[in-house]
């Protein structure tokens, strides 16, 4: 079974992938695939180079800060940067499912889930919500200005878009033993039809 997480940015999907696992789930983050796809030696590298400004790629290295400064401010450069990483995400991803056992689960944290259309290549799919303002201040809290939080909330789908492709809804708008229980009732359904 592959059950796709999302939500928006500062929800606390990384803190319910984390409880899933504790689960048993096997988590992947789609992020942590990107920024795989991303590391010295890549060949994408030399394509991120040729795409975008000088200062985003050093001596063979992406500067991750000068390349989300670029591409959360340019609609058509975030979807060249996509097209590049896209692919070489869905490969390893495909490479680490062909691999599990078939009472597995895979939870796969995607934030871009509802964004691609993506609800249709899982089992199940986990919205985590959390009101925008909460979302804010840990954002904030993470060192992120509100003209980052700003451009990245503004190329993400909305809630109510999110929500609508979910099979559960988890809401981190309340404390964690809150949350662990419903992450538990969410993977105890899962677990029941595995």
Same mark, same amino acid.
């Given at each position: ?15 319910v ?7 048993? *789930?096997?988590? =992947?983050?789609?992020?942590?695939? +990107? ?10 590298i030399?394509? =991120?180079?040729?795409?975008f @400004?000088?200062? =985003? ?6 500067? /991750? &800060? *000068?390349?989300? %400064?670029?591409? !959360? ?6 979807? %060249? ?8 995400? +869905?490969? /390893?991803?495909?490479?680490? #499912? ?9 939870? #796969?944290?995607?934030?871009?889930? *509802? ?6 290549? !899982?089992?199940?799919?986990? =919205? ?9 201040? /840990?954002? /904030?809290?993470r060192?992120?200005? @509100? ?8 190329v &993400?789908?909305?809630?109510? &878009?999110?929500?609508?492709? *979910?099979? !559960? ?12 229980q419903?992450? $538990? @009732?969410v993977? @105890?359904?899962? $677990?029941?039809? +595995?």
């Amino acid at each position: 079974m592959i059950v796709g997480l999302t939500g928006g940015i500062g929800a606390g999907k990384s803190t319910v992938a984390t409880m899933f696992a504790r689960l048993g *789930a096997v988590v =992947v983050d789609a992020d942590d695939l +990107a920024r795989q796809a991303l590391e010295p030696g890549s060949p994408l590298i030399a394509e =991120v180079a040729a795409r975008f @400004d000088a200062g =985003v790629v050093v001596e063979g290295v992406v500067n /991750r &800060q *000068a390349l989300a %400064d670029v591409v !959360f401010k340019d609609d058509e450069a975030l979807r %060249d940067l996509e097209g590049m990483i896209h692919p070489e995400v +869905a490969r /390893r991803l495909q490479e680490i #499912y062909s691999g599990l056992g078939d009472d597995d689960v895979l939870v #796969y944290a995607v934030p871009l889930l *509802a964004e691609l259309g993506m609800k249709d290549r !899982f089992d199940a799919v986990v =919205v985590v919500m959390c009101v925008e303002g909460l979302r804010r201040t /840990r954002l /904030r809290e993470r060192g992120m200005s @509100d003209e980052d939080i700003d451009a990245r909330i503004a190329v &993400q789908a909305s809630d109510e &878009q999110r929500n609508s492709l *979910a099979d !559960f809804i988890i809401d981190n708008s309340s404390d964690l033993i809150s949350l662990e229980q419903q992450v $538990t @009732d969410v993977w @105890d359904s899962l $677990t029941a039809y +595995a």
